[in-house]
């Protein structure tokens, strides 16, 4: 059995897409407050998104030992901030205002736990220049993006219209996504999780 822990609407797509037979399970584990606590020990963005991947599979794993479970975290840094999913439209604008003309470093890992422990994880950074632009475009893809893009570090989704905040981008797409897509996807089929076991 395959469980993921996370309410990621990308990660969850990214599975499916892969054709694995996954179930979601979200692990209750405190997010903030683990950053807080990872950041005052100055821990690094990669650390971070590590740290938040492992506590999530192991947490779940713990509940249902028989299974294999994913965790998986994202963190942007740049020039020393790190950044957050905006909790408000007002904030991923401030958020997305103070990344135009940057180039930041999205940090994406992946932990596989099995019976309540670490059994394997991967970590990738990409990194993404956003062009410079003005308020007015910025107004326009709020107003297109909507919403959603609250529930994702850097306040954008690559997949959509997020693609025109964006000059360059340096790395793996499913990396950029939240999910190192195809380590995991070795990682598994050597554990005889894939197309093979699907068909």
């Not at 994913?70 to 790190?82: K, N, P, Q």
């Not at 996504?177 to 995991?184: N, Q, S, Y």
Request: net charge negative.
């Amino acid at each position: 059995m395959l469980i993921l822990a996370s309410a990621s609407p990308s990660r969850r797509q990214m599975l499916t897409n892969a054709g694995l037979d996954f179930a979601v399970e979200l692990s209750g584990v405190d997010e903030d407050e683990a950053k807080r606590s990872l950041l005052a020990e100055k821990a690094s963005a990669q650390d971070v998104a590590e740290t938040l991947a492992e506590l999530k599979a192991v947490r779940v794993s713990r509940r249902r030992p028989e299974a294999m479970v994913i965790g998986a975290d994202s963190t942007l840094a740049c020039e020393g901030r790190l950044f957050d999913k905006p909790p408000t439209m007002a904030a991923a604008r401030e958020q997305l205002l103070a990344l135009s003309g940057q180039t930041h470093e999205l940090c994406s890992s992946v932990v596989v736990a099995k019976a309540g422990g670490r059994l394997w994880h991967h970590n990738e950074r990409a990194r993404l220049t956003m062009r410079a632009f003005d308020e007015a475009f910025l107004d326009t893809y709020l107003a297109r993006a909507g919403e959603g893009i609250t529930s994702s570090v850097g306040a954008y989704h690559l997949e959509g219209v997020g693609a025109h905040l964006f000059s360059r981008i340096e790395g793996d797409y499913f990396t950029i996504l939240g999910l190192p897509l195809l380590p995991l996807l070795s990682f598994l089929a050597n554990h005889g999780i894939g197309l093979e076991k699907a068909a």
